[in-house]
């Protein structure tokens, strides 16, 4: 497993992606991951028992399933922080309590945690109007976050102080493991609070 920490430098207005963690900064997240599947055999392991492939035939499959998947990769690793810190209680009362009082703002302790995400689309192979095969691709994301403080203002959350987390991420399709990786970094370089994010919806907030 590739185990990194993310440069100081990034830029901080750069989302920092699902393909990059698997697959470094500065990869194209469709190539790698066809490269990927190429080299494993992904495809023909799959289709060996439906029919056999030539080479020309696998790479372009390989190639239009890494294409069609792109999208996963392009996943926001700070989006699914804050998916999971919109259901988080102490945070969104705070957002409650501050919508509730104009100008008001509270920092809240969390203590360490697990955040853990998994997504499993699928890629229909279908020719002559016959499905041949569903590519079923799995991908785990788990983040460890430090103890820190978050600052909630106008139920929305506004800044990260003194956090840091640790993302581990894992890909697979039809169970053959592509890629993986474990990186550590600063929170404020994987969420990106310009503008502040929104904690729970004033609707919600007043019910």
């Known amino acids: 497993m590739t185990s990194t920490t993310l440069a100081a430098d990034r830029p901080v207005d750069t989302p920092l992606t699902a393909g990059e963690l698997l697959f470094g900064a500065g990869s194209q997240p469709a190539e790698a991951l066809g490269q990927a599947i190429s080299e494993?055999?992904?495809t023909r392991t799959a289709l060996?028992?439906?029919r056999r492939l030539s080479s020309s035939a696998a790479g372009l499959v390989d190639r239009e399933i890494a294409t069609v998947t792109d999208g996963l990769l392009e996943m926001d690793l700070g989006d699914v922080l804050i998916a999971a810190w919109q259901r988080h209680a102490k945070l969104t009362e705070a957002a409650r309590r501050t919508l509730a009082i104009s100008g008001s703002e509270e920092i809240v302790s969390l203590a360490s945690h697990s955040i853990q995400s998994k997504?499993?689309?699928?890629?229909?192979?279908v020719v002559n109007?016959?499905?041949?095969?569903?590519?079923?691709f799995v991908l785990e994301?788990?983040?460890?976050?430090?103890?820190?403080d978050a600052v909630v203002r106008a139920g929305t959350l506004a800044m990260l102080r003194s956090g840091e987390c640790v993302m581990?991420?894992?890909?697979?399709?039809?169970?053959?493991r592509l890629a993986e990786?474990?990186?550590?970094a600063d929170l404020e370089l994987v969420v990106r609070l310009d503008p502040p994010r929104p904690l729970i919806?004033?609707?919600?907030?007043?019910?």
């Open 48 to 50: 060996r028992r439906v």
């Open 119 to 125: 997504y499993a689309p699928h890629v229909d192979l």
């Open 129 to 136: 109007g016959v499905l041949v095969h569903c590519f079923k």
């Open 141 to 148: 994301i788990v983040v460890e976050v430090a103890a820190l």
């Open 40 to 42: 494993r055999h992904a």
């Open 181 to 184: 990786a474990r990186r550590t």
């Open 168 to 176: 581990t991420a894992s890909l697979t399709l039809d169970g053959v």
């Open 201 to 207: 919806t004033s609707s919600v907030a007043a019910a």
